[in-house]
């Protein structure tokens, strides 16, 4: 057999066995860390009240327990930023009144979010990036809004309820 051939064999013998060592403990380290944040969310538990923003939060406290990749943040995957402005202290917090704004009840779960109707990114928290092509009021642009989840034959059907109630 030729010299390069015992070469190659004995390099990738070595390499071999550096690259599973290299891959067991980061393995190692990264259950360690999920062990860690799991048992480490009471926080996020707590987090989980009856109110506005809620369902976010619940949805995002489920995810976690069957998720590989530990969550980061309150406003980490599968969770919504909205409620942390929209609390009624910095901004206005969302008209839950069911007669005087029944959309809100009727899409609480649209989604898993404030996004479902209303866009814009809800993962952040700098207003002028969350906001972004964000629609303030899904009445005006209900084709954009609803037709994700809702048949265009049916928007305005579907919707004629919901403009009534501004007066047009």
């Known amino acids: 057999m ?14 071999g066995r550096a690259l599973l060592a290299i891959t ?12 860690q944040d799991r048992n480490d969310d009471s926080s996020l538990q707590t987090a989980t009240h009856d ?14 327990s069957s998720s590989i990749i530990p969550l980061a943040n309150a406003c980490g995957v599968g969770s919504s930023s909205c409620y942390k402005c929209h609390n009624g202290k910095r901004a206005a917090a969302a ?21 479902g109707c209303h866009k814009g990114n809800p993962r952040l928290m700098r207003e ?6 964000m629609i303030s009021d899904p009445r005006d642009k209900i084709q954009q809004a609803c ?3 809702h048949k265009s034959d049916d928007l305005e059907t579907l919707s004629k309820s919901y403009i009534s109630l501004r007066g047009e």
């Open 95 to 115: 008209n839950m009144d069911s007669e005087k704004a029944p959309w809100h009840s009727d899409h609480a779960k649209v989604n898993k979010s404030c996004a």
């Open 51 to 64: 109110g506005w923003g809620s369902e976010a939060l619940s949805m995002a406290y489920d995810g976690i």
């Open 128 to 133: 002028s990036m969350a906001h972004n092509k």
């Open 147 to 149: 037709s994700t989840c």
């Open 24 to 35: 067991l403990v980061v393995s190692g380290t990264t259950l360690l860390i999920i062990s």
């Open 2 to 15: 030729s010299r390069f051939i015992i070469f190659l064999r004995g390099l990738i013998r070595h390499s």
